[in-house]
C-alpha cells in the first residue's frame, strides 16, 4: 500500500457526534434511570435481552437525547423576557419535558404491558 496523500498539504478532519450508549445519552439509558429512580425494574419482559425488541423499537429507544446543538430547537422557540438565567432555566424545562414525553412514547411502543 501506498501514501498516495501529499504531505505538504493541511488536512483538517472534524467528526461530530459522541458514543451516546457508552456515555448513557440515550432514551434507553434514559428509561434504565428513571426506572431505578422509581424503584422500578429495569429489565425488558424479565430479561436482559434489549435485542428481542422489534426494530424499530429498540432504534427509538436508542435515539440520542437532544443535547447541545441537537438541543437548539427548542432552546429558543419563544422570544423571552426575563434575565438571561431564567431564560435558560425555561429552556432546560423546555427541554426536559420534551426529553419526558418522547421517553413516554417509547417505553409505550417498547414495553405496552409496563
Known amino acids: 500500500m501506498t501514501d498516495t496523500v501529499d504531505a505538504s ?3 483538517v478532519h472534524l467528526t461530530l457526534g459522541v458514543d451516546t450508549h457508552v456515555w448513557d445519552l440515550n432514551y434507553a439509558c434514559m428509561r434504565e434511570t428513571a426506572l431505578k429512580r422509581e ?36 432552546v429558543g422557540k419563544d422570544k423571552e423576557e426575563g434575565t438571561r438565567s431564567e431564560r ?11 426529553m419526558s414525553e418522547q421517553l413516554a412514547l417509547k417505553i409505550i411502543a417498547a414495553e405496552p404491558k409496563r
Open 9 to 11: 498539504q493541511t488536512s
Open 88 to 98: 435558560a432555566e425555561a429552556a432546560r424545562r423546555r427541554i426536559e419535558a420534551h
Open 39 to 74: 424503584g422500578l425494574p429495569t429489565l425488558i419482559e424479565g430479561s436482559f435481552v434489549t435485542n428481542k425488541l422489534g426494530r424499530d423499537e429498540w432504534a427509538a429507544l436508542h435515539e440520542p437525547l437532544p443535547l447541545g446543538f441537537s438541543a437548539a430547537k427548542f
